[in-house]
C-alpha cells in the first residue's frame, strides 16, 4: 500500500501533519521553558540573556522527545478525521481497501518518526542536557548557589588504612567534578578522624583536587585551605558510570555504558532500562497510531461523539503513564529492564489491533 499512489498520498498527508505539530509543540516548549528558566535564574550573578536562549535551545530537544508519543497519537487522530470528514476514507474503503492496508502509511511513518527520535533527536537531547546542566552551575556557582541534584550521590572509597566517604549537592561534567563536597575519613577501627567540605572536588588521574576545602579534625580548630588532594583509587570510569544520569547518555552509548558498568560491578539497571525503552519506542508510537485509529476511522460515518475521540486520547494517556511508571520499576530493579520496556508496547499493540479487528472484521 505504501508504494501505490494512494499510500504515497496518505504518507505525505501524515509526514506533514507531523512536521507542523513538531513546530508547534516546539515553539510552545520554547516559550515557557524560557519563561520557567528567566523566572528561576534571572537573579544569578552569571545569568545572561544569550545564556538563557542557548540553556532553552538545548534543553528542548529533551524536552521533546518525552512529548513524542502525544504527539504521534494527535497526529493519528489528525490526519484520520481530516480524512474521514473529506469522505477520502469513506471511498478509500468503498474501493476495497481494507483497514490494515491503509493504515500501512500511517504505521511506516510512526516507526520513521521513532527511528528520527533515536539517531538524531536523542542524542541532541544527551547532549543538551549536560551542556544545560554545566551552564546552570556555572551560573550558580558564581552567585554562590548550589545546584542540588535530584539524589544526593555518594561514594565509598578505601585507600590503604583510610575508609572515605564522598557526599555532594549536584554533579556535573558525567560524575567526576562535584559540587558543595563532604568527605568524611574513617580510621581503621572505624573512628572519624578527618571531615573535609569543600566547593568543588574534581577527580584526577589517582586523587581528588579539592577547592575551597575546610578541614576539621576530633578536638581541634577548623582550617581552611584553598586546594587539597585525597588520593583516591576510583578510576574516572567508575566514577561516570557510578554517578552519571542515564537520560544524559546517547542511545548508541548506552551498550557501551552498560558493559562498562558491569565489569565494575556497577548496578545497570537504569541505564538497561533506558536503552529497552529506547528501543521499543518506535513501536510504542505504532501502539498510539493504532489507538488512535480506533476512535476515529469510523468518526464520519456514524457520527461518533466527542467523547469517544476523548476516550482516545485518556487511553493514550493511560499507556504513556503505564509506560512510565513500569519504567521507574525497572530502573530501581524491581521489574526486569527488557519486561518493564516492551510488555506495555505490546499489550497496547495487541488491544489495538484487536479492537481494529474487531471493528473490521466483527
Excluded at 578505601?158 to 549537592?169: C, L, P, Q, V, Y
Excluded at 552498560?258 to 528501543?279: N, P, R, Y
Excluded at 464520519?300 to 476523548?310: D, E, G, K, N, T
Amino acid at each position: 500500500m505504501i508504494h501505490t499512489t494512494l499510500g504515497r498520498y496518505f504518507f505525505k498527508r501524515y509526514i506533514i501533519t507531523t512536521f507542523w505539530f513538531f513546530v508547534g509543540i516546539m515553539s510552545i516548549i520554547f516559550l515557557v521553558d524560557f519563561s520557567e528558566t528567566t523566572s528561576r535564574m534571572s537573579s544569578l550573578a552569571g545569568y545572561s540573556l544569550p545564556g538563557a536562549l542557548f540553556m532553552t535551545a538545548v534543553r528542548l530537544p529533551l524536552i521533546l522527545q518525552q512529548t513524542i508519543p502525544f504527539i504521534t497519537l494527535f497526529v493519528g487522530m489528525t490526519v484520520l478525521i481530516a480524512l474521514n470528514r473529506r469522505y477520502e476514507l469513506v471511498v478509500t474503503r468503498a474501493a476495497g481497501v481494507s483497514v490494515w492496508q491503509f493504515m500501512g502509511p500511517f504505521v511506516t511513518g510512526a516507526l520513521l518518526v521513532g527511528l528520527f527520535v533515536l539517531t538524531v533527536l536523542n542524542p541532541l537531547a544527551a547532549w543538551g542536557q549536560r551542556a544545560a546542566l554545566d551552564l546552570e552551575t556555572n551560573w550558580r556557582e558564581a552567585a554562590g548557589v548550589t545546584r542540588r541534584s535530584q539524589t544526593v550521590p555518594w561514594l565509598r572509597q578505601i585507600s590503604g588504612n583510610e575508609d572515605t566517604i564522598i557526599g555532594a549537592k549536584a554533579i556535573v561534567d558525567d560524575g567526576t567534578m562535584l559540587v558543595d563536597v563532604v568527605l568524611i575519613h574513617f580510621s581503621g577501627d572505624g573512628r572519624v578522624i578527618l571531615r573535609q567540605d569543600a566547593q568543588t572536588a574534581k577527580l584526577e588521574d589517582g586523587y581528588w583536587l579539592l577547592k575551597g576545602v575546610t578541614e576539621s579534625r576530633p578536638g581541634e580548630v577548623s582550617t581552611k585551605l584553598d586546594t587539597a588532594r585525597v588520593r583516591t583509587n576510583l578510576k574516572q570510569e567508575f566514577v561516570q558510570q557510578r554517578l552519571s544520569q542515564p537520560e544524559t547518555v546517547a542511545f548508541f552509548e548506552l551498550s557501551e555504558k552498560i558493559a562498562i558498568a558491569k565489569s565494575f560491578g556497577v548496578s545497570t539497571k537504569a541505564l538497561e532500562t533506558q536503552f529497552h525503552s529506547l528501543l521499543s519506542l518506535p513501536f510504542l508510537l505504532v501502539a498510539m497510531t493504532l489507538i488512535a485509529a480506533t476512535v476515529t476511522l469510523k468518526f464520519s460515518r456514524f457520527a461518533q461523539s466527542s467523547s469517544v475521540i476523548l476516550g482516545g486520547i485518556i487511553s493514550g494517556f493511560m499507556l504513556y503513564v503505564v509506560t512510565v511508571l513500569v519504567k521507574a520499576f525497572g530502573s530501581s530493579g524491581v521489574v526486569p529492564p527488557f519486561i518493564a520496556a516492551w510488555i506495555p508496547v505490546v499489550v497496547a499493540m495487541a488491544i489495538g489491533a484487536t479492537v481494529l479487528l474487531h471493528q473490521e472484521d466483527g
